[in-house]
C-alpha cells in the first residue's frame, strides 16, 4: 500500500530563507551558460584566513576526532571570553558560553525554549527570515517590531516597549542587522533597557553577528554591557561573518545561568557537539593574528561607499547609508516594481541576483537586498547592468 503519512501540524508553518532559493535559481542560470553576478547571498567573498584553515587540518592530523564537552572545547569558551573582553569590555564566565553549529542554533534554542501557543516573540521586521519562521514554528505569536528607512531601520525603544504585553515571552534584536545594514543607536539600547526593567517576564535575544562590521566610524553596543539585564540575555555571536567561515558551522552565544542547563541539554539532543576540528579552527582564529578581519572590514567599506553611491544614482532607487554588515538595502518603489519583481527582473534580465526586500517579512516591500560580499568590479557592473534595464 502506498505510504499515507500525517507530518507534524507546526512543520507547516516552518518558513525559509529565500537567499537560499535565489543562490539555487543563480547557479542553474550560470550553469546554462548566463553571466550571473551574485549580490544575493549574506557571505564573505574571501576564503577563511589561512592561520585558521592550518589550525584546522593540524587538530584532524593530531587526531582530534572524537566528541567534544557538548558546550565546546574549554580553550574555545576561554577564547570566547577574552575576545568578548577585548571587544566590548565585559566580564563573561566561560560556564556561560555555548559554542553550537553556526549562529541559526541559538536563535532556533531560544525561540523554541521560550515558543509556545499563547505566547508572544517580538522581532525585527524586516529581519532576518529564520526568527519569523521559527517563531511559527513554535506555535508563538510573532509580533513584528517594524523597522523603517526614516529611522535608519534602528529599532524605537518606545515602539518596542509598547508592544510588551502579559504575553510577550521573548524581544529579538539585532544590530547591525541583516537585511538592512542599520545599526541601532546606543540611546535607543538604554531605553530598551531601562523599559525592561519594568518586564522582568521577558527575555532578550540580541543576535550580534555583525558585531565585527561597523563603518563610518561607528562602535558597536554589545547588550553584554548592561549587567542589569545579564540575567536574561541570550547574547548570539560567531565566526561565520568575521572570519569568513560560513561553510565551518560554529557559532556561539553566551547564556544567562538560568538556561544554560536547558540549552547544553538542546545541544545534547540535537548534534552532541560541534565538529571537533571546527573547534580548533574557531580557537586559532580568536587567539591569532586579527589582520585578516580588519583588511576584509576595509575592503567591506570601500563596497559599501560605492555601492550605496551608485545604487543612488539609478532612476526610481533610493538607497539609505549603510551603517554596518554587508548589505544595502535599496528603496525601489520609484522603479514602480514590487521587491519580487524587481529581484526577478533583476535575476532575469540584468543577470544580478539581489534578494526581495519581503523575503526579510512584510516590511521589506519596496526594498531588494544587495549583498555588497563581492569584488567591486562586480558590483560596478552589476550597477552599470540594472541602470541598463531601468
Ligand atoms: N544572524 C544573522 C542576522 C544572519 O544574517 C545570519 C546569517 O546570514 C546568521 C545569524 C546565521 O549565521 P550562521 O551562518 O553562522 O548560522
Known amino acids: 500500500m502506498k505510504a499515507q503519512l500525517q507530518f507534524a501540524d507546526n512543520l507547516s508553518r516552518l518558513g525559509t530563507e529565500s537567499a537560499f532559493e535565489v543562490l539555487a535559481r543563480a547557479q542553474s542560470l550560470a550553469a546554462q551558460g548566463r553571466d550571473i553576478i551574485n549580490l544575493g547571498i549574506g557571505q564573505p ?19 582530534h576526532h572524537g566528541y567534544t564537552p557538548a558546550n565546546g572545547l574549554p580553550q574555545l569558551r ?25 549562529g541559526k542554533p541559538t536563535m532556533f534554542f531560544a525561540i523554541t525554549m521560550f515558543g509556545q501557543p499563547g505566547v508572544d516573540i517580538i522581532y525585527p521586521n524586516p529581519g532576518f ?22 529611522n535608519g531601520f534602528a529599532f524605537s525603544a518606545e515602539a518596542v516597549l509598547a508592544q510588551i504585553t502579559d504575553r510577550t515571552r521573548l524581544i529579538i534584536i539585532n ?19 531601562a523599559g525592561l526593567l519594568e518586564h522582568p517576564h521577558v527575555a532578550l535575544m540580541s543576535d550580534e553577528i555583525y558585531s565585527n562590521m561597523l563603518y563610518g566610524g561607528r562602535e558597536h553596543v554589545s547588550l553584554l554591557q548592561y549587567p542589569e539585564i545579564r540575567d536574561r540575555l541570550i547574547m548570539l555571536d560567531g565566526w561565520s561573518k568575521t572570519y569568513a567561515m560560513t561553510g565551518w558551522r560554529i557559532g556561539y ?24 576540528a571546527t573547534q580548533f579552527a574557531a580557537t586559532e582564529a580568536l587567539n591569532g593574528p586579527q589582520t585578516a578581519v580588519h583588511s576584509m572590514v576595509a575592503q567591506f567599506d570601500s563596497r559599501r561607499k560605492i555601492i550605496v553611491r551608485d545604487l543612488n544614482t539609478l532612476p526610481g532607487v533610493r ?5 554596518g554588515a554587508f548589505y544595502a538595502f535599496a528603496n525601489i518603489e520609484g522603479t514602480g516594481m514590487t521587491s519580487v519583481e524587481a529581484q526577478n527582473k533583476f535575476l532575469n534580465d540584468a543577470g544580478v541576483a539581489t534578494v526581495a526586500g519581503t ?18 568590479e562586480n558590483i560596478s557592473e552589476a550597477i552599470s547592468r540594472i541602470r541598463g534595464l531601468l
Open 45 to 63: 567573498d574571501f576564503q577563511t584566513p589561512e592561520n585558521i584553515v592550518e589550525a584546522g587540518i593540524k587538530a584532524l592530523r593530531d587526531g
Open 78 to 102: 576561554e577564547a570566547v571570553v577574552a575576545d568578548l573582553h577585548r571587544r566590548h569590555t565585559v566580564e563573561v564566565d566561560p560556564k556561560n558560553v555555548v559554542v553550537v553549529p553556526g
Open 129 to 150: 527570515p529564520i526568527y519569523e519562521s521559527v517563531i511559527n514554528y513554535s506555535g508563538a505569536t510573532p509580533v513584528p517590531m517594524a523597522l523603517s528607512e526614516e
Open 175 to 193: 544590530s547591525p542587522a541583516n537585511p538592512t545594514g542599520g545599526v541601532t543607536p546606543k540611546v535607543e539600547i538604554d531605553k530598551l533597557v
Open 253 to 276: 552565544a553566551v547564556w544567562p545561568d538560568s538556561m544554560v542547563d536547558h540549552v547544553t541539554r538542546l545541544c545534547i539532543n540535537d548534534h552532541s557537539c560541534v565538529n571537533a
Open 319 to 323: 538607497c539609505p547609508d549603510a551603517a
Open 359 to 376: 523575503s526579510f517579512g512584510a516590511w521589506g516591500e519596496g526594498y531588494v537586498r544587495f549583498s555588497y560580499a563581492n569584488s567591486t
